[in-house]
């Protein structure tokens, strides 16, 4: 969302006058010639900082557009009043609605460019954060000397005040806890504070040590200037700044901006129907798989749902109020069926069940759908042609594996949807080192069966791409292991990627730049309870707060015996809906839908990178404009109409507060034109 800034100048200045300061932004009195027009794009001045760069990540996924100016670059453009303002058919414009600064006076106290944007901000009603910044009277705020206090914040519960729940950040239920996740290291620290006139905090928690209570996030109203004042340290990733992120661009943006986010969280259960392999705690490794002892595992004993599993499924979902993606093999049931006197109370309860359940083709066997394995060699390779060629899946077995279990569903009434597939291990899409490209015959079975939206790997493929008619949907996958059924089997495997040789582990984590060694091994009685689901749940609801729709996915095999994967998603869900209120919903999208989203996400930054988006707001009329056929993301606040050519009809859907949409131009129009209340 971010853009260059040129070097070029205009020859305007800003018009500071009594009668723009008359008219400024949401004045009903306000003449419509002498309002100013202000931009939907937002200036953020980063001086590499984290507090900085996480905002402008929120800018980002929100789908803000925004102006970065580097103040490391020594070629970075002069913030004076050309730069930040001139006039458009004789009506000023203000070339940002919203400033982003990492302290209160970067540029320092009094310099001509702290002085052009003060007066811009003044003169325009622009808001400014301060990403970060310590307590003075400056800020609005006492000295921590003067009742206060500064220090390490982990661990410490936060409250919303009753100012801040009445404004931008409604959305929160109230309280939260600042993360702490390593007794070792200190993971944010801030200030305390109380505030001084002119102060409103939004974020306030009580003083350690003292009595009252201190600010942490407040806005500071002073020479006709507004601030939201920061005063703890954070980064993107931390659950403090993810939760307060959306009301902070609220804020900063007026809660008129384009754009648009929700908080989103789907589950998939890959292989249902078919049995999976088991860890073997012994030799470390998966009996079946070529690499293992075990040969092809047919004297292992494989994990697999029951009926019973199936029914507490059922009931789970009732009770917790989310339902699963249920991604199905409907030939691996078949075989399993064939094999145990030719019935199966498994398939039959989830039959019965069927439509409590979303389903997705998984394909008809599992078949790996990639380059045909060699596995004499460890790892496996790709098995080649007399030529020396890769020797491929055909493009018939692939859309037969996909057809048939299509086929399947639909001979036993399930509510599966033709243009979504998630292949057996992500097959057919590259696979590295040993499959550096598709398969090539993957994109015309694609095309033969019908296939609009194909899973792959977020850990893998994290951006969306197309394969044939089709585009990928990544999937984050869940660190519960598809190939365990029990804790202590979890903690074990665990115990061996995570932990250094020297403890008994593989030493895979000394070797990876990626990955990190536990301290001591987990105990196998406590370890997945007490580590693996407190943070594989912090994960997982990171991304679902982080305005990520990517779906997550486990296995069949995480509902069956211990059913290890509902003390993750009860505590997913039990952490998001202790955070936010019941008008800001944890949204559950389907797997198209998710393609979508992220489809509509590309086209809309495709757009604004080539600067072909002109958005603005003058008084209460809000003007969009972007290339024919782009959805446009906006959100405004409740009670905002759509301009149409006859009349006008209600904006948008609720969320958070607020109300948005993806929209376009209604026939006849040539741009968005929407109505603030």
Known sequence: MAHSVPGWRTAAAVVATTSLLVAGLGIPAASAAGTPRVDLRVLVVDNGDSPVQAIAAELKSTGVPYTRVDLTDADRPTIDAAFLSDTVGGTPRARYQGVVLPNEAPFGAGSAEQTALETYERTYGIPQVDAYTWAHPGVGLDHTSEGGWAGTLDGREATVTDAGRAGHFGYLDGRFAFEDNSASSQESYGFVARPRPGY?????????????????????????RRELVVTFAYNQHQRQFRVLARGIVEWLTQGVHLGRSRNHFAVHVDDVFAPDSRWDTENNCTPGSFNCGGGEGEDTDPIRMTAADAEYARQWQRSSGFTLDLVFNGGSGEEWKAANGGTDALTDRLLADRKAYRWINHTHTHQYLGCVQDTSTVPWSCAKNADGTTRYLSRAAIAGQIRDNHDWAVAHDLPVRRDELVTGEHSGLRTLPQQPDDNPNLAGALTDTGVRWIASDNSRESAQRPVGPALTV???????????????????????????????????????????????????????????????????????????????????????????????????????????????????????????????????????????????????????????????????????VTQLPLGTTAFGTPYAGARSAWTTPAQLQSAVRLKLP
Request: charged content about 20%; overall charge negative.
């Open 474 to 640: 990544p999937r984050h996958p869940m660190n519960v292991y598809y190939n365990v059924g029990t804790a202590g089997e979890m903690a074990d495997e665990y115990n061996w990627v995570y932990t250094s040789a020297a403890d008994g582990g593989s030493g895979i984590c000394e070797n990876n730049a990626h990955s990190t060694c536990l301290e001591t091994p987990l105990d196998p009685a406590t370890g997945y309870a007490s580590h693996i689901v407190p943070q594989e749940a912090r994960t997982a609801l990171l991304h679902a707060i982080g305005n990520d729709p990517r779906p997550h996915y486990a296995h069949q095999s995480n509902l069956a015996e211990e059913r290890l994967l509902y003390p993750v998603l009860d505590q997913v869900l039990a952490d998001y809906r202790a955070l936010f209120t019941a008008d800001t919903p944890l949204e559950n999208p389907r797997q198209s839908a998710v393609g979508t989203e992220l489809k509509r996400r590309a086209a809309w930054q495709t757009a604004v990178a080539n600067g072909t988006v002109t958005a603005y707001r003058i008084g209460t009329t809000v003007t969009v404009k972007a290339p024919s056929g782009t959805e446009i993301p906006v959100t405004a606040p409740k009670g905002t």
């Open 200 to 224: 409103t905090s939004y974020v306030d928690l009580p003083v350690p040590g003292a009595d009252g209570r201190g600010s942490l996030v407040g806005e500071y109203a002073h020479d006709g």
